[in-house]
């Protein structure tokens, strides 16, 4: 069983900036790509930032040049730092991971998601 435990979510004004962290543990043997995807009420999810476990990060539109993903492998976690933060930037962000467990199996596992509301 794998979990992932997302922080650092919550309320801050537009231009404001706010960092996501994620952390990952149970049986983990290792964890490919790690990201974070948002959803908006009334929008499909959708895609933030994704790292993969050499460092190569791909972003979605909303996200260039505003927000930077990284990760500490040592401690299994994934961070998104989010600068200038707009309010259209409100939504439930998830973290997500792709993760091979000690028993062999590959599977995709998400965080609970954390709010975050951009205020004008």
């Known amino acids: 069983q794998v979990q992932l435990v997302e922080s650092g979510g919550g309320l801050v004004q537009a231009g404001g900036s706010l960092r996501l962290s994620c952390a990952a543990s149970?049986?983990?043997?290792?964890?490919?790509?790690m990201g974070w995807y948002r959803q908006a009420p009334g929008k499909q999810r959708e895609l933030v930032g994704a790292i993969t476990s050499g460092g190569s990060t791909n972003y979605g539109v909303s996200a260039k040049g505003r927000f930077t993903i990284s990760r500490d492998n040592a401690k299994n976690t994934v961070y998104l730092q989010m600068n200038s933060l707009k309010p259209e930037d409100t939504a439930v962000y998830y973290c997500?991971?792709?993760?091979?467990?000690?028993?062999?199996?590959?599977?995709?596992?998400w965080g609970q998601g954390t709010q975050v509301t951009v205020s004008s």
């Open positions: 149970g049986s983990i043997f290792s964890i490919n790509a």
């Open positions: 997500n991971a792709k993760v091979r467990v000690v028993a062999g199996s590959v599977g995709d596992y």
